[in-house]
């Protein structure tokens, strides 16, 4: 579970018959909150690089219940409840519970902490109290939204998920000079752009043109807002599309469904384009990657 929803780490437990493990999570295009508790344990990561586009990210912890000792690119940081640390889940990093312990865990894409926060670098695997006003206001919003995973619908999560990375931010502080309204606007607009191609990938007709006419936002400039992320617009709506049927076919519910099912499901309406492209994104044919994931 681990594996599948946070990065690509080696995980020792101690021996213990009383081990064990619980995640309560809730994801939206923008970031995932989890609630993590577990028994004692050590994770190590020695990738270098992500393995897949959920692991390029910064994983934000908010520390509940357990000691975590966090150890990357030289830092080391303990964190106890109530403390709060980020490291960078692309990069080599260690971490080590001794006791059991529980924590709250959001996994923010870099671009969007990087755009906010000044050297980054040098925040990750750093102890950062949350006594500050704005820390409190980070740490109750965070317990709060973890109280009700599962209970959002995904527009809600969408839109909650602007104020959990502002915090977040506010929170690290040495925040990028920048207009913050002009900045604000570009981001509501995305967002609003974003919620929209979500709720409507599995129209095979979506166009650019039908995304422009329903958010009043012209073709070009969405396609500059992308740019910010690396992306056209009908390339996030591919990628998002193929995403949905990556999670799709690795779901049990879905067992019996074919794979043709889940694809014109989500948008897709030639079997073959689909083929080829989840072979492009993911390296493997979908039938491969259902069967080898759903034996891990």
């Not at 500059?224 to 949905?244: A, P, T």
């Amino acid at each position: 579970m681990i594996l599948r929803l946070f990065a690509d780490v080696e995980i020792g437990a101690i021996p213990n018959p009383d081990f064990f493990g619980k995640v309560r999570s809730q994801k939206c295009e923008f970031l995932r909150v989890s609630d993590v508790g577990a028994a004692a344990q050590a994770v190590n990561r020695r990738h270098l690089q992500p393995t897949c586009r959920e692991e390029d990210r910064y994983f934000a912890v908010l520390m509940l219940e357990g000691t975590e000792c966090l150890e990357q690119d030289g830092n080391r940081a303990v964190i106890r409840p109530g403390d709060f640390s980020i490291y960078d889940a692309t990069r080599p990093h260690y971490l080590t519970f001794e006791n059991d312990w529980r924590q709250i865990i959001v996994s923010v894409p870099r671009t969007c902490i990087n755009q906010l926060v000044v050297n980054m670098e040098c925040r990750t695997a750093t102890r950062i109290s949350t006594d500050s006003p704005v820390g409190r206001v980070m740490r109750s919003f965070l317990e709060s939204i973890a109280s009700q995973i599962g209970q959002f619908t995904p527009i809600e999560m969408a839109r909650l998920s602007e104020s959990i990375t502002h915090l977040i931010a506010l929170t690290l502080g040495h925040l990028q000079p920048m207009d913050s309204e002009h900045s604000r606007s570009q981001a509501l607009t995305l967002m609003r752009v974003k919620i929209y191609i979500n709720d409507n990938l599995g129209n095979p007709t979506l166009s650019a043109q039908q995304v422009s006419l329903a958010t009043g936002v012209s073709v070009r400039y969405i396609n500059k807002l992308f740019e910010q992320e690396g992306v056209s617009l009908m390339r996030y709506v591919l990628r998002r599309r193929l995403e949905r049927c990556s999670s799709d076919l690795l779901n049990p519910i879905n067992t019996a469904h074919r794979i043709s099912d889940i694809a014109f499901r989500w948008g897709f309406n030639d079997l073959s384009h689909f083929s080829r492209v989840f072979r492009e994104f993911y390296g493997v044919a979908a039938r491969e990657w259902r069967e080898s994931q759903t034996k891990r």
